[in-house]
């Protein structure tokens, strides 16, 4: 298996790369985990807490189950929501994204009590970069050292890692997983009560709650609702699978390309390797789509990961920003046990926005 090495270039226009300046924030595993309560709508037990008076028996619907919703599904389930997950496709995705996770965003895994999902999917170390110019080579080391030896980036297929999360998130008893398609989301006098969606067989559903929340990624369609859509693509990733080749530097991610001619830029070890991968497969292309955050308060709805905003690929931090959001998110609604009051709610993820853009600056510079 180890023979099947897989290496994935990165051609863009731009020539940099932005490393993570790892925040160490305090792992707190110890929180209490709320019961899970039954979804079909029956009341809530016990001492009152997630009171409930919508007849769906839902607290939050989530749009989308890739890294962001099933992440989210996951967390909200373990604090007790009733979480209904509606996702388009549910077998394994198979794209050339989020491939490696930054050291900081295995650190949030932990924090979110996920660590276990890049177990048994082939997930390989990540210690840091190796770059290649002009025939001349150097790597840049992730600085770990303050770090337990677990701490490092992970490089993986996206979709085992999604399918794995899903498992986990389907598993808690007040989570629903279903495959559908959302169309579009139901709003009455401004606030977003739930979505419209439709199911395999071309049925047509509603599915309702006080929450909505929007992970429906880069492609996203309800953007526009909840965001000025303002999307441009000024370039595009391309990716191929390597066979049987040694990779110049082990454990290391690259290597990144800037020119618009590979072949001359591929370091030795791996020139038989890329001319044979390219005439064996389809060169897979992605573009990158720029998407500012620029959400327009919703009442009832919120967007998170892609959907929300998407930075460029090759800082690797997509998954590190969406599960960074999570934690946040997963905070500030702990202390509101009842979603249905719609103004508190209001004033919650509005914080929410300001603080995830706090994160942005302070993530990345
Ligand atoms: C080329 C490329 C390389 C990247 N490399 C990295 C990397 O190395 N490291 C990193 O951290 N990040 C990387 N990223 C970014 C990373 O892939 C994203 O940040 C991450 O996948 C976002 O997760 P998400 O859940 O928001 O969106 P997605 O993973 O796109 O998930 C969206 C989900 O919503 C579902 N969906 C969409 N519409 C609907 C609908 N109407 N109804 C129901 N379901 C719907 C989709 O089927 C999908 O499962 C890369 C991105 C690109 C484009
Ligand atoms: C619509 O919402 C506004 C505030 O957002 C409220 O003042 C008004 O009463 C609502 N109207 C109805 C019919 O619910
Ligand atoms: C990196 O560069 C050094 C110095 O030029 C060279 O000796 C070495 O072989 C290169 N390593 C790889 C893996 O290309």
Same mark, same amino acid.
């Given at each position: 298996?180890?023979?099947?090495?897989?290496?994935?270039?990165?051609?863009?226009?731009?020539?940099?790369?932005?490393?993570?300046?790892?925040?160490?924030?305090?792992?707190?595993?110890?929180?209490?985990?709320?019961?899970?309560?039954?979804?079909?709508?029956?009341?809530?037990?016990?001492?009152?807490?997630?009171?409930?008076?919508?007849?769906?028996?839902?607290?939050?619907?989530?749009?989308?189950?890739?890294?962001?919703?099933?992440?989210? =599904?996951?967390?909200? @389930?373990?604090?007790?929501?009733?979480?209904?997950?509606?996702?388009?496709?549910?077998?394994?995705?198979?794209?050339?994204?989020?491939?490696?996770?930054?050291?900081?965003?295995?650190?949030?895994?932990?924090?979110? @009590?996920?660590?276990?999902?890049?177990?048994?999917?082939?997930?390989?170390?990540?210690?840091?970069?190796?770059?290649?110019?002009?025939?001349?080579?150097?790597?840049?080391?992730?600085?770990?050292?303050?770090?337990?030896?677990?701490?490092?980036?992970?490089?993986?297929?996206?979709?085992?890692?999604?399918?794995?999360?899903?498992?986990?998130?389907?598993?808690?008893?007040?989570?629903?997983?279903?495959?559908?398609?959302?169309?579009?989301?139901?709003?009455?006098? @401004?606030?977003?009560?739930?979505?419209?969606?439709?199911?395999?067989?071309?049925?047509?559903?509603? =599915?309702?709650?006080?929450?909505?929340?929007?992970?429906?990624?880069?492609?996203?369609?309800?953007?526009?609702?909840?965001?000025?859509?303002?999307?441009?693509?000024?370039?595009?990733?391309?990716?191929?699978?390597?066979?049987?080749?040694?990779?110049?530097?082990?454990?290391?991610?690259?290597?990144?390309?800037?020119?618009?001619?590979?072949?001359?830029?591929?370091?030795?070890?791996?020139?038989?390797?890329?001319?044979?991968?390219?005439?064996?497969?389809?060169?897979?292309?992605?573009?990158?789509?720029?998407?500012?955050?620029?959400?327009?308060?919703?009442?009832?709805?919120?967007?998170?990961?892609? =959907?929300?905003?998407?930075?460029?690929?090759?800082?690797?931090?997509?998954?590190?920003?969406?599960?960074?959001?999570?934690?946040?998110?997963?905070?500030?609604?702990?202390?509101?046990?009842?979603?249905?009051?719609?103004?508190?709610?209001?004033?919650?993820?509005?914080?929410?926005?300001?603080? @995830?853009?706090?994160?942005?600056?302070?993530?990345?510079?």
């Amino acid at each position: 298996m180890d023979q099947f090495v897989v290496g994935t270039f990165f051609v863009s226009l731009l020539s940099f790369v932005l490393l993570h300046i790892l925040r160490r924030d305090r792992v707190n595993n110890k929180r209490s985990m709320h019961k899970g309560y039954p979804l079909n709508g029956a009341k809530r037990s016990t001492d009152g807490e997630c009171k409930s008076d919508t007849s769906s028996g839902t607290d939050v619907i989530i749009v989308g189950a890739g890294v962001a919703g099933s992440v989210l =599904a996951h967390t909200l @389930g373990k604090d007790g929501r009733r979480v209904h997950v509606l996702e388009r496709d549910l077998t394994e995705p198979d794209r050339i994204v989020g491939e490696l996770l930054q050291p900081g965003g295995y650190l949030k895994l932990i924090e979110l @009590g996920l660590e276990d999902c890049v177990e048994q999917i082939d997930a390989q170390r990540v210690q840091g970069y190796a770059l290649f110019k002009d025939g001349k080579n150097t790597t840049l080391p992730y600085p770990l050292e303050k770090f337990h030896a677990d701490v490092a980036g992970r490089s993986f297929h996206n979709g085992r890692f999604i399918q794995k999360i899903r498992e986990k998130a389907a598993a808690l008893p007040n989570v629903r997983m279903e495959q559908g398609t959302v169309t579009s989301l139901l709003v009455d006098n @401004g606030t977003v009560k739930g979505v419209r969606y439709k199911t395999k067989d071309g049925q047509e559903h509603k =599915a309702y709650a006080p929450l909505t929340i929007v992970c429906d990624g880069c492609f996203s369609n309800l953007r526009r609702s909840l965001c000025h859509p303002k999307v441009e693509v000024p370039s595009c990733f391309v990716g191929l699978i390597l066979e049987n080749c040694q990779l110049p530097f082990a454990n290391h991610d690259g290597p990144l390309l800037e020119e618009l001619q590979v072949a001359p830029q591929i370091p030795p070890e791996l020139y038989d390797a890329f001319i044979s991968a390219i005439n064996r497969v389809n060169i897979r292309t992605m573009p990158y789509r720029s998407m500012p955050a620029d959400p327009l308060p919703t009442l009832g709805a919120l967007l998170l990961g892609d =959907a929300f905003n998407m930075r460029h690929p090759l800082t690797g931090g997509g998954m590190t920003v969406a599960l960074s959001d999570i934690v946040v998110l997963r905070d500030l609604l702990k202390p509101l046990r009842d979603l249905n009051n719609a103004a508190s709610l209001c004033k919650y993820l509005e914080s929410f926005y300001t603080q @995830g853009k706090c994160f942005l600056l302070a993530g990345f510079l």
